[in-house]
Nanobody
Framework: QLQASGGGLVQAGGSLRLSCATSTRTFSSVSVGWFRRAPGKEREFVAAIRRGGGNQYYADSAKSRFIVSRDNPKNTVYLQMNSLKPEDTAVYYC??????????????????WGQGTQVTVSS
């Protein structure tokens, strides 16, 4: 039910905007998180945006470089990634759910997952 897109190959310092779209009519009532998995590493939290008011949450590695936003009428959440680094290379996943505030950065708190989109940053 979630479709992530927008990945690609970009040089270090470049930008990409990922999209997470769904056809769910109640999209505005769920929180959406972005996670990534780099080769040989565990899946990690990147950013999230809460339902309703849309409070944003970021991993330390994403702060000041990434911006998560949502367009509820379009049922889409975006992840604008700027100043990309080679270490940002990973498959990026979006996930939807209703985690409590303390679990916004926890992957197990989300129950719908998209298929992932590859982001590759060359040095």
């Amino acid at each position: 039910q979630l479709q992530a897109s927008g990945g690609g190959l970009v040089q270090a310092g470049g930008s990409l905007r990922l999209s997470c779209a769904t056809s769910t009519r109640t999209f505005s009532s769920v929180s959406v998180g972005w996670f990534r998995r780099a080769p040989g590493k565990e899946r990690e939290f990147v950013a999230a945006i809460r339902r309703g008011g849309g409070n944003q949450y970021y991993a330390d590695s994403a702060k000041s470089r990434f911006i998560v936003s949502r367009d509820n009428p379009k049922n889409t959440v975006y992840l604008q990634m700027n100043s990309l680094k080679p270490e940002d290379t990973a498959v990026y996943y979006c996930a939807a759910g209703n985690p409590i505030l303390s679990s916004m950065m926890t992957s197990s708190a989300y129950y719908y997952w998209g298929q992932g989109t590859q982001v590759t940053v060359s040095s």
